[in-house]
């Protein structure tokens, strides 16, 4: 009798953790959506900000938004009914994970050399870049599709490749070096990026800058990209950390999911909420539309009170 009720309160109180980690990713869900979404309609409704930092930014803000629909609805599905992805259901998600990680990359590392170079014509350049992203991510599901599979259940609720590819009964060489190669153009890739433009930033704002505002503005530009960068950075190397750490170890599933999705949670939340509050015309315009609505608010509220 009292190893049953032992038994249930155990079972009572993981099923009320269970239940806390599904409503706090569905609260974090929801808000996420919204603050991209919210600075994202901003970004395109206000004439504004149609300068190339900003559109770069909606970019970046639509990018958010794919990354963590791909992954936080799955994520909070598998944790309430605590099961495993199965591969079938994997390809087209590690599809979206691949090119929302791609994307973003090259999203900081374009937005870094905007702060210097003042880039004219974003669409351009986004339409080369989209299409090699689009064109890289698409060669590893080929590099699967012909493999033959010991097993059909992933126990990661994130379908990157290298997890799937570890499911095969064949020699995945190639699909690792690929990825590894990936991996290292990208990181390479954006802290070159990083620290060339940084570098030029602060080289011609605070040296041959002569006034205070000058060296605050460089300053302020390059606090907030880093901000942004190192809180991708840290999400993803502690995704594939804890990725490569729990391969055939047993954890439990919550501390599994959390840790895989830990990359979809921080930086699309992340994003809006710095870039919201440090960039000065995105305040601006927000404070503008606030009050904008509230004064069209009031009028219809009392004209209906005096009608």
């Not at 598998?78 to 599809?95: E, H, Y």
């Not at 799937?164 to 990936?182: F, H, P, Q, R």
Request: aromatic content about 14%; proline content about 2%.
């Amino acid at each position: 009798m009292k190893e049953e009720f032992e038994c249930n309160l155990i079972n009572n109180y993981f099923v009320s953790v269970v239940e806390w980690v599904s409503d706090a990713y569905f609260f974090t869900y929801i808000v996420t959506i919204t603050l991209n979404l919210v600075l994202f309609l901003l970004i395109i409704l206000r004439k504004q900000l149609h300068k190339p930092v900003y559109i770069f930014l909606a970019y970046l803000l639509l990018m958010d938004i794919i990354g963590s629909t791909t992954v936080l609805p799955r994520l909070m599905y598998s944790i309430i009914i605590n099961n495993q992805t199965r591969i079938s259901l994997c390809f087209i998600q590690a599809f979206f994970i691949s090119f929302y990680a791609a994307m973003e990359t090259y999203i900081l590392g374009i937005m870094a050399i905007d702060r210097y170079l003042a880039v004219c014509h974003p669409s351009q350049s986004d339409l080369g870049h989209t299409v090699w992203c689009l064109l890289t991510t698409s060669v590893y599901p080929m590099l699967l599709l012909e493999r033959t599979f010991c097993k059909d259940v992933l126990p990661n609720v994130g379908c990157v490749f290298i997890a799937v590819a570890k499911l095969s009964c064949e020699d995945i060489t190639v699909n690792s070096m690929y990825g590894i190669a990936m991996t290292s153009i990208i990181f390479a890739y954006i802290i070159a990026i990083v620290f060339i433009t940084y570098g030029l930033i602060l080289y011609e704002c605070l040296c041959s800058a002569k006034d205070s505002e000058g060296r605050s503005k460089a300053l302020h530009t390059c606090v907030t990209h880093c901000m942004v960068l190192s809180l991708f950075l840290f999400s993803f190397l502690f995704s594939v950390i804890s990725l490569r750490l729990s391969a055939g170890k047993s954890f439990s599933h919550v501390f599994k999911h959390t840790s895989d999705s830990m990359i979809y949670l921080l930086q699309p939340l992340a994003n809006p909420i710095i870039y919201g509050f440090r960039m000065t015309e995105i305040r601006h315009s927000f404070l503008m539309l606030h009050k904008m609505i509230m004064q069209k608010f009031v009028t219809l509220e009392f004209s209906q009170w005096t009608a």
